[in-house]
């Protein structure tokens, strides 16, 4: 089979089927090698891995990565693009695609079926309208995989990788770092899909840690703060805290932070994950 991954192949097979694009599905597919080798590179992947693609498309990268992993699922969602994938991906008897929505697949159980114990890497040009999502059910729901290398729009990734202080940083640099620590592959310009989408893209790598970064004795209050704290970003923290649903007044929240050694005049996009969970702590011991 010809590699898929360029402009010719691409328009002669979505031509040959009268495959429509889809906006609200994401589909914009990938015709440079260049920027394939990068992604696929970057998720170091060997014969000891199993690899869950979302979003297969046509097969661009499920083809090379059939070739480089012990096995591929790929999930797609789109129907019409099941007998693409059929012709496409025939040679590749390592490869199994699942057509379902991700965000309502029970990874869980995939896991556990398909992949028999072996490391696994998720890898996904992902659709732009879910991508949070989507990233955010493997990591929440502690979907056992090592890592994810995922191109998303530049934005959301410069948000995934922020550090404090910087204008990027919010819940999501939080929520990510808690539980990942992300990794800048390539950036990738909007000619190489068709049809072009309207932003830029980069493809980051998110090495689940073991643990978390930090540990706390109450996960949920911990992003109930941070939500509460990046909520009402101009606000001081104590502000930001004491008008939010944590259930605390302004003195209390004051004594909080005062224990806490967090200055009650700074604002919440200051704070250090390591400071979150401290006041996570806090506010839990007091609550008793
Ligand atoms: N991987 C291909 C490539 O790089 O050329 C296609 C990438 S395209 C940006 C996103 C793909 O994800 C499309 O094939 C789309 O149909 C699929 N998709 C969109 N939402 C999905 C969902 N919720 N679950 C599974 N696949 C989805």
Redesign the pocket.
Known sequence: MEKLVSPKVTKEIVERYGFKFSKS??????IDENILYKIIDGAEISKEDGVIE????IG??TQVLAERAGKVVA????KN?LPILEETLREADNVEVIHQ???KLDLHGLIRDKFEGKPVKVIA?L?YY?TTPIIMKFLEERIPVSSMVVMIQKEVADRMQAKPGTKDYGALSVAVQYYCEPRMITKVPKSVFIPQPKVESTVIQLKVLENPKVKVKDERLLFDIVRAAFGKRRKTLLNALSSSNLGLDKEKIKEILSKSNIQEERRGETLTIEEFAYLADCIFAYRG
Do not use: C
Request: proline share 9%; aromatic share 4%.
């Open positions: 599905l994401g589909q914009n597919f990938l979302i979003g297969p498309g661009t990268l999930v797609e969602i789109d693009l929505d991700v965000l040009n659709p879910v």
